[in-house]
């Protein structure tokens, strides 16, 4: 049995065909080219799609269903898309679009955050769990939420963002609108943003060197490098910036106490020079202290093939 994931971006549709070892065995992508019409882009969605099967040497008739992850605010009984501001849609039906579009197949959509988490808990990181938490340190910070097998989305779909649970009373302006969210602390836009502050103050930092002596250039990478040539303005930034993901991971861990809680996104390939002092401020302070019990943290394992898979997947939650 043959599913097709779809991870629909706001600068790239990515398609995979997903075995039953939740395998990707074929691509296709195209690029999403937002803002337009949202049929035209479910056009593109198909042709992705079909490219996917190509490589893949199959046909629709081995397709049992295709599963869509979108950003924004989703109704996966209604499969509408309410509103997404990366994709510019309100009130878009994107399953009957792409279901029309690929022989009336069996369709399901759900928050590309929740689609990703649900990936690594089917195929990654949290396999074998039974609770798993996904934090995503991207543009913002992403979450989603697995209890007892099945995604946790409120009785709105709307919950489980945690990246808007302030960390800072009237601290940090959010894009949400309220102030000191933990987003505006922990994600790779923060650390951007905490290490041009930091250039500015440090006019000797090799940071200057790295991004050559243009702070436009700035990375999520330039204060890990800087601080594994001994820059002290890089590891200053580096130590305060875990602590924020730290301190925010920590209150996770507290509310939901899951199996496993990993953490993705560009910034998680740092693996442990990141993960290890999370993992130590965790263990000093979460309530838990001496449950013998705990929540493992991990680094995400699927990348970018996490929302295909957890896409693919949908159809095990219906």
Not at 64 to 83: D, K, L, Q, W, Y
Not at 103 to 117: L, R
Not at 123 to 139: C, E, M, P, R, Y
Not at 187 to 202: C, F, G, H, V, W
């Amino acid at each position: 049995m043959y599913n097709l994931g779809i991870d629909l971006g706001g600068t790239n549709i990515a398609v995979g065909v997903v075995n039953e070892k939740n395998e990707i065995v074929g691509r296709g992508k195209k690029k999403t080219n937002s803002p337009r019409p949202a049929e035209a882009i479910a056009d593109d969605i198909a042709a992705a799609c079909f490219m996917a099967l190509e490589d893949a040497g199959l046909s629709l008739e081995d397709i049992n269903s295709a599963g869509i992850g979108a950003p924004g605010s989703i109704n996966p009984e209604t499969g509408v898309i309410a509103t997404s501001n990366n994709l510019h849609f309100d009130n878009v039906p994107m399953v009957e679009y792409v279901s029309s579009r690929l022989g009336g197949i069996k369709c399901y959509i759900e928050n590309d955050a929740n689609a990703a988490a649900y990936g690594e808990f089917m195929a990654g990181a949290g396999k074998g769990t039974n609770d798993f938490i996904t934090i995503t340190l991207g543009t913002g910070v992403g979450c989603g939420i697995i209890i007892g097998g099945k995604l946790f989305t409120g009785s709105n779909y709307a919950g489980g963002e945690l990246g808007h649970t302030v960390m800072v009373c009237d601290g940090e302006q959010c894009t949400c609108g309220r102030k000191g969210c933990w987003e505006t602390y922990a994600s790779a836009t923060a650390l951007i943003r905490q290490t041009k502050a930091a250039m500015e103050q440090n006019l000797d930092s090799i940071m200057w060197e790295l991004t050559e002596g243009s702070i436009d250039r700035v990375s999520g990478r330039t204060s890990f490098d800087a601080m594994r040539r001994g820059d002290a303005a890089g590891k200053a930034v580096v130590e305060q910036y875990a602590r924020y993901v730290a301190c925010g991971i920590t209150n996770v861990v507290n509310i939901f106490q899951p199996d496993v809680l990993c953490i993705g996104g560009g910034i998680s390939h740092e693996g442990e020079t990141l993960i290890a002092p999370i993992r130590e401020y965790n263990e000093s302070q979460r309530y838990s202290k001496n449950v013998e019990k705990q929540t493992e943290i991990r680094a995400a394992e699927l990348a970018n093939d996490a929302g295909i898979i957890g896409a693919a997947c949908l159809y095990n939650l219906n």
